[in-house]
Each structure stands twice: as structure tokens, then as C-alpha cells.
């Protein structure tokens, strides 16, 4: 058991390692990319990894690396800013529902159960049967139910954080609910949110672009990691580099965040031992 508390500890850091490479090198595009992420015939069509395009090149010339590049700053860049505005209204409404009275409880907590239980990749597709396939159409449309999973988990903690008796002492002593929730609810909520952001934020990453792939999503000629995975399916036995690249994009920052997620869960498991001991 302690030789796998310390692997999680350091599973983490090396997953925060490799996120921390693939922002800066997503953020950095404009400097690192050698080409333009649109333009055409830079190189020869569908050739492989060599010096001159390190990612080879696709059907119509233009540069992979350039364009995976470019690609994963909207990827990421559209993820964070949803999961800070998910987590953030998420954890706000369970935070009310929990210390609201009888009536707002239950029926707060009937609409966050409602929408947990609705999957959001279908909230997203029927949004782009009504409005056309697009990026923001996907996440606009997954957004809906996407906060529930967080609103859930702020709801349940601050009702247990309610029920300590340093919360009750408070409250007897004429604490409001806004500084019961700042002084009590929000130190506990804090490291619990921080896990499920990342266990969610690779799980939005990787619906991004699995809609983008099946066409719902990014549209050409976006260098979105989805629309580039879907725009080289065709090239598998061919030109496999253009599946390859794109793909490897997505699983390592889903593995890094995975990774993350799961260091910071040990960690808190372990205070929390501390805290019964």
C-alpha cells in the first residue's frame, strides 16, 4: 500500500509534466509552428515525418505539426474556459441547494439528479440536429447537463460540511449561510472540486474531439485534433502519421489529466487519515 501511495503521487507529477508540455507548446503555436496551419502545399502530399515537416504532411500539403499545433490551442483553450464556467456554476448551485431550506433542497436536488442522469453527448447531438454542426453548437449543447456532475458533488459535500459541529456551533452563534459556506463549505469542497474538474476536463476533452471526428463537431478546414483524426481516417494504411499524430495529441493530455486526477485523490485520501487519526 505505501509503495502505491508514493506511485500516485509522482503518477501525478509526471501527468502535470506532460500537461504543463502541452499547453506550452499549444500556446507557443504562433512561434513553434513552422507553417501557417491552413496553407496549402508547403511540402509534398501525404509524405511522412522528415526534417523539413516533423509530423509529415497531409493531402493537400499542408504541414501536420503546424496544424496539430494550432489545432490544440482551440481544444484546449474551448475546454478550460467551459470547465472554469461548468465548475464554477456547478458548484454554486449545489452549494445553494444544500444550504437553502426544505423545499429548494429537495427540488434542487431532483433537477441536478435529472440532468446527471442525462447523458450530455446526447444533449450535444440534439443540438446540432437543431442548429447545424458546429464546435460551440457541441459544447453549448453539453453544457447543459455537464454541470450537474459538479453541482452533485458541491451539493453533498457542503450539506456534510453543514452538519459539523463547528458549522452547528456557528449557526448558533448567528453565523449567515454565505459565511457558513465561505468558512466551512468551501475549504472542504475545494480539493474534492479540483479532482472531478480533472477527471471532467479529460473527459470533455476527449468528447470534443470525438464529435469533431464523427463530423458533429469542428468543421474543415479547422485544425481541431477530432477533425484532423476524422480528415485522415481515409489515409490509414497510407499515410498512418496523419492519424497517429492528432491521436497521440488526445490521449496524452486525456492520460495527463487522468494522471492528475488521480495524485490528487491520494492526496486528499491521505489527509483525510490524518484528520481520523
Known amino acids: 500500500m505505501r509503495a502505491g501511495g508514493r506511485r500516485r503521487p509522482a503518477l501525478a507529477g509526471v501527468g502535470a509534466a506532460v500537461l504543463a508540455a502541452v499547453v506550452v507548446a499549444v500556446a507557443l ?34 504541414d501536420v505539426a503546424s496544424r496539430l499545433l494550432h489545432g490544440g490551442r482551440e481544444t484546449l483553450a474551448l475546454a478550460g ?8 456554476g456547478g458548484g454554486l448551485a449545489g452549494a445553494l441547494v444544500a444550504v437553502g431550506g426544505r423545499w429548494v433542497g429537495a427540488v434542487g436536488q431532483r433537477l441536478i439528479d435529472l440532468a446527471v442522469s442525462v447523458p450530455a453527448v446526447l444533449v450535444a447531438l440534439a443540438f446540432v440536429g437543431l442548429r ?47 459565511e457558513l ?22 473527459q470533455l476533452i476527449a468528447a470534443i474531439a470525438g464529435l469533431s471526428f464523427l463530423g458533429f463537431g469542428a468543421q474543415p478546414p479547422s485544425p481541431e485534433w477530432g477533425a484532423m483524426l476524422e480528415e485522415g481516417r481515409a489515409y490509414l494504411s497510407t499515410a498512418p ?15 495527463a489529466l487522468t494522471c492528475i486526477s488521480e495524485g490528487l485523490r491520494e492526496g486528499l485520501d491521505r489527509q483525510a487519515q490524518v484528520v481520523v487519526q
Open 81 to 88: 474556459a467551459v470547465l472554469v464556467v461548468l465548475v464554477g
Open 241 to 255: 502519421h496523419l492519424v497517429y499524430a492528432p491521436g497521440s495529441a488526445v490521449l496524452l493530455t486525456v492520460l
Open 132 to 178: 447545424g454542426p458546429s464546435l460551440a453548437t457541441v459544447i453549448g449543447g453539453a453544457s447543459l447537463v455537464w454541470w450537474a456532475p459538479f453541482a452533485r458533488l458541491s451539493c453533498s459535500v457542503v450539506r456534510a460540511a453543514m452538519a459539523q459541529p463547528s458549522a452547528v456551533a456557528a449557526r448558533g452563534l448567528g453565523a449567515g449561510r454565505i
Open 29 to 62: 503555436a504562433p512561434w513553434l509552428a513552422p507553417f501557417e496551419p491552413s496553407e496549402q502545399l508547403v511540402g509534398p502530399r501525404l509524405s511522412g515525418p522528415s526534417a523539413a515537416h516533423w509530423l509529415g504532411t497531409d493531402r493537400f500539403g499542408r
Open 181 to 202: 459556506l465561505r468558512h466551512e463549505g468551501w475549504p472542504r469542497l475545494r480539493g474534492p472540486m479540483l479532482v472531478l474538474a480533472a477527471v471532467e476536463a479529460g
